[in-house]
Antibody, heavy 123, light 110 residues
Framework: EVQLLESGGGLVQPGGSLRLSCAAS????????MNWVRQAPGKGLEWVSA????????SYADSVRGRFTISRDNSKSTLYLELNSLRAEDTAVYYC????????????????WGQGTLVTVSS | QSVLTQPPSASGTPGQRVTISCSGS????????VNWYQQLPGTAPKLLIY???QRPLGVPDRVSGSKSGTSASLAISGLQSEDEADYHC???????????FGGGTKLTVL
């Protein structure tokens, strides 16, 4: 059974930093690209970032590029998201989402999601 | 503002058939597959339809998807109370080189 367990969310002041983690199990971690997708309160879903199965390729939404960094530790089957220079508009539930293929490209889709971790940016 | 357009709400009575639309452009739905996600209240999204009209294991056949040109639709027949949820469409966008979502449609079972 595929399981994705996020952690690391919380309350942070504007301009602050946070590191999210996603522990994965139940599948071959290195065979799948991984993503972070967020959902602001009462809003729709927004893709944030992706990393290939090998970790050699990353992608970011324009809204977070230069502030967020995605990474993975394949020896621990864990995905990370480093959030810096946080803004009020970054407040959202952040979901870890498994990609069907090893590379983040047009051929595939998100096939499993974690339960999410809430990030609140407020003074 | 979402690049894919969905109606914010839809409703139906038990047993009815409802459809939810998702409109895009040539750079997304027009050239790539559409996927649908169901989000029950207070929970994470779950894959409902992939590759326009394919159902993952466990999704009942009363749920179906279709695509024509730059639009797609999700249909749920024999509506049940447990279908009450938010439904999100998604597709790869060639211009943005990433996945885009619709704004989501809240389905209410009356």
């Amino acid at each position: 059974e595929v399981q994705l367990l996020e952690s690391g969310g919380g309350l942070v002041q504007p301009g602050g930093s946070l590191r999210l983690s996603c522990a994965a199990s139940g599948f071959t971690f290195t065979s799948c690209a991984m993503n972070w997708v967020r959902q602001a309160p009462g809003k729709g879903l927004e893709w944030v970032s992706a990393i290939s199965g090998s970790g050699g390729s990353t992608s970011y939404a324009d809204s977070v590029r230069g502030r967020f960094t995605i990474s993975r530790d394949n020896s621990k089957s864990t995905l990370y998201l480093e959030l810096n220079s946080l803004r009020a508009e970054d407040t959202a539930v952040y979901y870890c989402a498994k990609w069907k293929g090893a590379d983040y490209d047009w051929r595939y889709y998100f096939d499993y999601w974690g339960q999410g971790t809430l990030v609140t940016v407020s003074s | 503002q979402s690049v894919l357009t969905q109606p914010p709400s839809a409703s139906g009575t038990p047993g009815q058939r409802v459809t939810i639309s998702c409109s895009g452009s040539s750079s997304n739905i027009g050239s790539n597959a559409v996927n649908w996600y169901q989000q029950l209240p207070g929970t994470a999204p779950k894959l409902l339809i992939y590759s326009n009209n394919q159902r993952p294991l466990g999704v009942p056949d009363r749920v179906s998807g279709s695509k024509s040109g730059t639009s797609a639709s999700l249909a749920i027949s024999g509506l049940q109370s447990e279908d009450e949820a938010d439904y999100h469409c998604a597709a790869w966008d060639d211009s943005l080189n990433g996945v885009i979502f619709g704004g989501g449609t809240k389905l209410t079972v009356l």
